[in-house]
């Protein structure tokens, strides 16, 4: 970091260095991970975790190099009794000191999903209120975040890069070249505690009225807005510089 940079308490990291950063840590998610929880030059670093079906992987890493990592949690309104339980259960178990849990602004909610039915009807617009806005203004106060998304959950993740540049933030995809078998394995040889829908049918777990059981063949997001033109819900679209594919 400069002295410049430091006087002017800035991250020497931008979002424009992405392709820099994917050169230095090419196959190395995990140097890359410890590197921006433990090293100033990352600036303020965040975790966002949906605390889904392959959440456990990416918060043990983490909990691992800081267990006071900030992890950032959207609750929706309309996620599983699951989920909370397992969010709560999962976080102790880690011993993660800092999870912050996120929720829709009311006012937002009364005007713009006054019936709670705004998901059967404009599932962008709902994923919009209750996800994309909370995470983008807990955001604000960061230079970068940790996604636990992997290339091969579905198409639209084939081409994911390790670091990625956004209009005011780095995001790091440490897993992003993890298959499902290493993920297993992972979870096995840390007995990592496994989401309690997983068992019942969910590779994929998101807000209930948009999630579904998948069966054997499907993509493992196949459960996720099923007969809607759509597969992400915008969280990875928040300051993007690309202004990509929507994503969560
Ligand atoms: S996943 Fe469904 S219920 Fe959840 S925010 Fe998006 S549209 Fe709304």
Known sequence: MSTAQLARNEA??????????????????DLALADVLTDPAFGEVALVSSFGADSAALLHVAAGIRKDVPVLFVETGWLFPETLRYAEDLSAWLGLKDVRWLRPDRGVLEAKDPKRLRWSYDPDGCCEVRKVEPLDRALAGFDLWVSGRKSHQNRERAQLQLFEGQERQLKLNPLHDWSSARLRDYAVAHKLPPHPLVADGYPSIGCSPCTSRV?????????????????????????SADGGEPVF
């Open 12 to 29: 020497p990291w931008r979002p424009a260095d992405a392709a820099d950063l994917n050169a230095r840590y090419e196959g190395r998610g």
């Open 215 to 239: 069966q054997p063949g499907e993509d493992p997001r196949a459960g996720r807005w099923r007969g809607w033109d759509k597969s992400e819900c915008g969280i990875h679209k928040v300051g």
